[in-house]
């Protein structure tokens, strides 16, 4: 990984964690890399040189909060 995947890795897992979710460790994916919420299975991607007009950090673990959660 380099420093600014890390970078963009950190804040997808801190923005996860405050929705509720525990993500598994990042793996490589297709363009970028990818993880998946250990109780849900919502995941998150991150994409360090993304298209014009495309994100560098999506996902459902980044955007709802997890149904496993308990308050």
């Not at 793996?27 to 994100?55: E, F, K, S, T």
Request: aromatic fraction near 10%; include cysteine.
């Amino acid at each position: 990984m380099t420093s600014k995947e890390k970078r963009l890795a950190r804040q997808a897992r801190a923005s996860a964690r405050w929705r509720g979710h525990s993500l598994r460790p990042f793996q490589r994916g297709y363009c970028g890399y990818w993880a998946q919420c250990r109780l849900c299975d919502c995941g998150v991607a991150i994409n360090a040189n993304p298209p014009p007009n495309g994100i560098e950090i999506g996902g459902d673990a980044v955007a709802i909060t997890c149904e496993a959660y308990r308050f």
